[in-house]
């Protein structure tokens, strides 16, 4: 499960970064100081995207014991 975990979190990581990025960049308060926003916009994507990996990769793991690969 953690394979599979790991490639969840590399496809949502960057989904969640993405979506982090233009939301800082279409909020105008946001987008005043970008520069020093988007750094944190796409760590804080990441940095979600772990968590929410490991949910999503016990769903696809069905039940399946931790044990199996």
Known sequence: MF???ILVWIMLGTVLAG???IVVLMVPSLAAEAIKN???AAAVGFA???????????QIGGGQGAGKA
């Open 3 to 5: 394979k599979v975990s």
């Open 19 to 21: 979506v982090s990025l």
């Open 38 to 40: 988007i750094p944190y």
């Open 48 to 58: 979600l995207a772990m968590p929410l990996s490991y949910l999503v990769a016990r």
